[in-house]
Every structure is written in C-alpha cells, then in structure tokens.
Nanobody
Framework: VQLVESGGGSAQAGGSLKLSCVVSGLTYSTPCMGWFRQAPGKEREGVALIDNDFSASYADSVKGRFTISKDNNKHTLYLEMNNLKPEDSAMYYC?????????????????WGQGTQVIVSS
C-alpha cells in the first residue's frame, strides 16, 4: 500500500492550496481517510477526516476554511485549504484507517504517506 501526497508549497496568509493524496495497493474501499499535520516541535494532529459515506469531520482550527473530499474512481484524497494562516504551516500527511471508526486517534491509522510541506507566510 502506498500513499503519495502532493500539492504542498508556499502561500501567503489568506491564500489557498490544494493537497492531493493518491492511494495505491488497496483492493477494497477505505473506510476512513484523513489529513493530519505536524509542525516542528509539535505533535501530529488531525485536520480532516472523511468516511466511506463521504461524511467529513474537521478540527476546530480549520472549520470553514478547509474542505476534505475524495474521488474513489481515482483513488485520490483531497484537501482544499483556503484563507490560510501562518499557523497552518506544517508537514501534511494523508492516512488510511481500515477500521470504520474514523476517529482522531493517529495510532489507529494503518497507512501513511511521506508528507507534503505547507509554508504560510504573513
């Protein structure tokens, strides 16, 4: 199983970026997929989750600014990030949880990508 993120980069505060995560090697649907981020010196935190029914959950810090979506035909997960803030700067990771609990507990996620860096300047 391989998860490959892309779309990170630099943006100014108030700007937008769209992250993508292509999943390969899974022969069945993924009950839960999510985006997580980790800033230097901080713990990895959940940003957004989407379950098999396309129901989405967001961290309070990104509600109203970020949108998670997925395209099962393309095996791709997306994170559209608008109105970016400097505190959004972090390494962003996508992850897959094969158990349909779809929670924020990071150790529960079975597969992770290598991450894509997001830097937001003020």
């Amino acid at each position: 199983v391989q998860l490959v993120e892309s779309g990170g980069g630099s943006a100014q505060a108030g700007g937008s970026l769209k992250l993508s995560c292509v999943v390969s090697g899974l022969t069945y649907s993924t009950p839960c997929m999510g985006w997580f981020r980790q800033a230097p010196g901080k713990e990895r935190e959940g940003v957004a989750l989407i379950d098999n029914d396309f129901s989405a959950s967001y961290a309070d810090s990104v509600k109203g600014r970020f949108t998670i979506s997925k395209d099962n035909n393309k095996h791709t997960l997306y994170l559209e990030m608008n109105n970016l803030k400097p505190e959004d700067s972090a390494m962003y990771y996508c992850a897959v949880d094969l158990v349909p609990s779809c929670g924020w507990y990071t150790p529960a996620y079975n597969y992770w990508g290598q991450g894509t860096q997001v830097i937001v300047s003020s």
